[in-house]
């Protein structure tokens, strides 16, 4: 509850907490330099993976020591504090997060906030290879809505572009969370010379199995040896002209919160996302930040700067340095990324990957 105070409420909400107002400090929603409200928390409980995709990891990747990773019991203390803080959806992600040893005790602790109400909507992205075993658990405990990567509905070209994953295993996972009652929304990265002739085919997979569809722009993230990221980049304007020779599109003024536009393919009433960091940056709507599986805090997916949250986690047991140190790290989120490839070169590259941060 906000304190009821008109001298508290005229606070201002990025000034570091001060004494005679940390009534305030104790209660206000997470708010960045550029007016954005943070509501929105992603989690890659681990970074290691059953799959090698070719645009998010190297074949021969090099994961993080077991050591350096937080325990469960801390990557819960830290959402709860952004919960405490505002947080009203919770996406967990990795690596693959259904890897993480132990990942359904976590979500069962997790979702003691749906049930007070705390928390809108906890939820994941995976590549789908656990979900016949972890669907309906995951359903039983709250979760609604997961996201699952999928880039291709070719065998051959699945196994090439996951390096170890296989496409009937993804599928079967997918069944078995429609079985469960899971919402699926299929994520898609748009690749050059390697799913533009999927198009029609994964647009109408999606149509007639009730799955929603978004298509993602592949992002200059981490070392990929050999492979150069301008190869890979099919821009989503083009997509996007692409699917208007076969339907006609509307768009959509919806929002996700997030940075997917939508639009509505009129002859099958399908929505589809676009998530478009390259052709159209989205960065003004952010709501979103990002923490590690050893607790470092990103405020942009697309910037190398990063809050240690592990240090006040475990400096204390006691909150207040840590929802501090959250709200320091929040008043220093960036306007936006810098990726762009319209020079034919790759600018604002982070080194991270994406499997560290977690899409
Ligand atoms: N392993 C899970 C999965 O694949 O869904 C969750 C983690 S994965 C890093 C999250 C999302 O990021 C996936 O949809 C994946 O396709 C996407 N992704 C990975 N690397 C990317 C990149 N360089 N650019 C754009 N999307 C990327
Ligand atoms: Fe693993 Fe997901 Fe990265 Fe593929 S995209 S390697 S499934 S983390």
Not at 8 to 16: C, E, K, Q, T, Y
Request: glycine share 6%.
């Amino acid at each position: 509850m906000k304190p009821s105070s008109p001298a508290l409420i005229s606070r201002d909400p990025l000034a570091p907490c001060a004494q005679p107002a940390y009534l305030w400090c104790m209660t206000a929603p997470l708010i960045d330099p550029f007016a954005r409200a943070i509501s929105y928390l992603r989690v890659s409980v681990t970074d290691r993976c059953d799959f090698r995709c070719a645009y998010c990891m190297t074949e021969h990747m090099t994961f993080l020591p077991k050591a350096e990773l937080l325990s469960l019991e801390e990557l819960d203390r830290l959402c709860t504090a952004f919960i405490r803080l505002g947080v009203e959806k919770l996406r967990i992600t990795g690596g693959e997060p259904l890897v993480r040893k132990g990942i359904l005790t976590f979500f069962a602790a997790i979702s003691r906030h749906l049930q007070t109400g705390a928390l809108k909507e906890l939820t994941l992205t995976t590549n789908g290879s656990q979900l016949r075993k972890y669907a309906a658990d995951l359903a039983a405990l709250g979760v609604k809505r997961i996201n699952v990567s999928v880039d291709t509905l070719d065998d051959r070209k699945f196994a090439e572009i996951t390096r170890w994953g296989r496409l009937p295993q993804v599928l079967d996972g997918i069944a078995a969370a429609r079985e469960a009652g899971l919402k699926v929304k299929i994520n898609a990265v748009a690749l050059k010379g390697f799913n533009e002739d999927e198009l029609f085919t994964l647009t109408e997979w999606c149509a007639r199995d009730g799955h929603d569809l978004t298509f993602i722009e592949v992002m200059p993230m981490g070392d990929m040896g050999e492979v150069q990221r301008t190869d890979q980049y099919w821009p989503l304007s083009d997509l996007r002209a692409q699917l208007a020779t076969r339907y006609t599109l509307t768009d959509l003024t919806i929002r996700s919160g997030g940075p997917a536009r939508y639009l509505r393919l009129n002859e099958t009433g399908q929505t589809i996302g676009l998530i478009t960091p390259l052709t159209h940056n989205f960065c003004e709507s952010c709501n979103r930040v990002r923490l590690t599986c050893t607790g470092a805090l990103y405020m942009c997916l697309g910037q190398e700067d990063m809050a240690d949250l592990r240090a006040p986690l475990r400096a204390s047991p006691d909150d207040a340095p840590l929802e501090q140190a959250i709200r320091a790290a929040i008043a220093r989120k960036p306007k936006g990324h810098d990726f762009d490839y319209s020079r034919q070169k790759v600018a604002g590259q982070v080194r991270r990957h994406m499997s560290h941060t977690g899409g």
